[in-house]
């Protein structure tokens, strides 16, 4: 396999890093540094340090100038990445940012320009796929046809607000993206994945404030309805998640199939079952349920043998494009609608 993939870290904004970092450090890459962004509170850049003290706090002149340094990971504010990961492929580095990769239209032509001129990878981490490992399991599952032909997706991602906990540019609509933007994310690149669609459209788009008034610009309830060449999708995302939940969200993917169907209840089971990952598939013969635990996330060990190789295994550059133009189309089409 050769020497080991060295990666950096530039902005640590958003608590994804953690699992983008520990995914490349469980397949064997070498963490070699990282830096924050001007914004980046104390307290987030301590909490940092303290978890990943064996790699140094560099600038992020020295990261992008260390030839040895392979690919960049981001997870700075969300429209803040567009230009780390530009600045990084212009150096040389293929590019791993969190959701959303973007948040305009503009951000997404220039990143399409850099991957043409650099021939490096700008890629998006879809953690509510690429790290759950219910997925492998419905991707088997697929994959043998136990529902036939793929027609839909239905997507549920609920989140809890937890507003004291959140940066002031989590408010910032340009900053974050918006709700279809952002936490909607997930939903386009698994309709896409799960359907196989290589082209797709927004047919319908809504987001609303139904219960921030204290916060009027601030959209907590959003839902889109989509069309792919391999199938038909509707996402619905909101910021409601009720303390009472166990953890922050009841994040949920059911497939149609032509002879049956999937539902993935990705971090609980409130009719009682235990823990998370749960998978449940009907069809002729009857309900199966399937514990995806231990099933793995193959999507980290296939990007490394992708910056060793030059291939397109973890995910294609196509996919990751596609998902983030519908994210922000979705968004645009929304917004439109409330003017």
């Not at 580095?93 to 997404?108: I, N, R, S, Y």
């Not at 797709?200 to 060449?229: C, K, Q, T, W």
């Amino acid at each position: 396999m050769g020497s080991r993939v060295k990666f950096a870290v530039i902005g640590v904004d958003h608590g994804h890093i953690y699992g983008m970092i520990d995914g490349l450090l469980s397949v064997g890459a070498e963490f070699s540094g990282w830096c924050t962004g001007p914004e980046t509170p104390p307290e987030v850049t301590g909490a940092f340090a303290s978890c990943y003290d064996a790699a140094p706090m560099l600038s992020e002149e020295r990261i992008l100038e260390d030839a040895d340094i392979s690919v960049i990971l981001s997870a700075a504010i969300n429209s803040d990445r567009a230009d780390i990961a530009i600045r990084s492929m212009q150096h040389g580095k293929d590019v791993l940012v969190d959701k959303p990769g973007c948040t305009t239209f503009e951000q997404l032509s220039r990143l399409k320009d850099a991957v043409q001129a650099t021939g490096r990878r700008w890629l998006v981490c879809f953690s509510e796929r690429l790290t759950v490992e219910s997925t492998t399991v419905v991707d088997r599952l697929i994959g043998e046809g136990r529902i036939g032909r793929v027609v839909q997706t239905v997507g549920l991602g609920p989140h809890r607000r937890n507003a004291h906990l959140r940066p002031a540019w989590f408010w910032d609509r340009h900053r974050s993206g918006g709700i279809l933007n952002d936490i909607c994310a997930h939903q386009y690149d698994q309709f896409l994945h799960f359907t196989g669609s290589t082209e797709a459209r927004v047919i319908s788009a809504h987001i609303g404030n139904v219960a921030n008034p204290e916060r009027p610009d601030f959209m907590d309830f959003g839902e889109v309805l989509l069309e792919g060449n391999g199938g038909r999708g509707y996402a619905r995302v909101d910021w409601l998640t009720p303390d009472g939940l166990p953890t922050w969200g009841d994040g949920r993917m059911t497939i149609l199939g032509t002879e049956g169907y999937i539902e993935m209840r990705k971090y609980v089971d409130i009719g009682g079952q235990a823990g998370g990952d749960h998978v449940i598939l009907v069809d002729a013969k009857g309900v199966e349920r399937f514990n995806a635990g231990g099933a793995g996330t193959p999507f980290f060990g296939r990007l490394l043998q992708d910056v060793r190789e030059r291939t397109e295994t973890a995910m294609r550059q196509d996919h990751a494009f596609l998902a983030t133009e519908l994210s922000l189309q979705a968004q645009k089409m929304a917004e439109e609608k409330i003017r």
